[in-house]
T-cell receptor, first 115, second 113 residues
Framework: KAGVTQTPRYLIKTRGQQVTLSCSPI?????VSWYQQTPGQGLQFLFEYFSETQRNKGNFPGRFSGRQFSNSRSEMNVSTLELGDSALYLCASSLGGTGGIYEQYFGPGTRLTVT | AQSVTQLGSHVSVSEGALVLLRCNYSSSVPPYLFWYVQYPNQGLQLLLK??????LVKGINGFEAEFKKSETSFHLTKPSAHMSDAAEYFCAVTVPYGQNFVFGPGTRLSVLP
């Protein structure tokens, strides 16, 4: 099976711009979670989508949003970029049902640099 | 709510020495626990998981971890370190029917020749 893919891998944006990151989960996985990783804050949970619905949300401002499509692919959008948004954004997919525990499989991440 | 602490942000061991990375968790219900490894410029890779079956869990690359409820711990060990083990290691916790993984701050493992 192909793993989780994220595009683009690297991105440079300017303050005030907006950006969209894409994640394609493992085939058959219906849950997609997004994380922000920075040296100072570590891995922080952004949100999780399951069957096109946001099921969980972390403590991030409304500038961070996401969506999931019917094929389980997900996009994450950040509007009005700030310097502090520079980070590695990781996407993780899992089977994501409600009846058990499903480990998360991570993509390679998108490195976003805001200048 | 769950939380995870990892004692030691940086651990150094000699090649061939025992690796011990510490993880303590807090959870109001029986947890599920995971160890992930991250190599530079890569995503996280699952090493092993505890999901309430055997308390001693074996994972990939010779790693294992033991769930100790009385100590609320899930420490990761490997008998003999290899240079290729140098990476960052994350402990994570979730709960039954929960979908939110909470990650610890990570421990960077250095392996000295």
């Amino acid at each position: 099976k192909a793993g989780v893919t994220q595009t683009p891998r690297y991105l440079i944006k300017t303050r005030g711009q907006q950006v969209t990151l894409s994640c394609s989960p493992i085939s058959g996985h219906r849950s997609v979670s997004w994380y922000q990783q920075t040296p100072g804050q570590g891995l922080q949970f952004l949100f999780e989508y399951f069957s096109e619905t946001q099921r969980n949300k972390g403590n991030f401002p409304g500038r961070f949003s996401g969506r999931q499509f019917s094929n389980s692919r997900s996009e994450m959008n950040v509007s009005t970029l700030e310097l502090g948004d520079s980070a590695l954004y990781l996407c993780a997919s899992s089977l994501g049902g409600t009846g058990g525990i499903y480990e998360q499989y991570f993509g390679p991440g998108t490195r976003l640099t805001v200048t | 709510a769950q939380s995870v602490t990892q004692l030691g942000s940086h651990v150094s061991v000699s090649e061939g020495a025992l690796v011990l990375l510490r993880c303590n968790y807090s959870s109001s219900v029986p947890p599920y626990l995971f160890w992930y490894v991250q190599y530079p410029n890569q995503g996280l890779q699952l090493l092993l998981k505890y999901t309430s079956a055997a308390t001693l869990v074996k994972g990939i690359n010779g790693f294992e971890a033991e769930f100790k409820k009385s100590e609320t711990s899930f420490h990761l060990t490997k008998p003999s370190a290899h240079m290729s083990d140098a990476a960052e290691y994350f402990c994570a916790v979730t709960v039954p029917y929960g979908q939110n993984f909470v990650f610890g701050p990570g421990t960077r493992l250095s392996v000295l020749p």
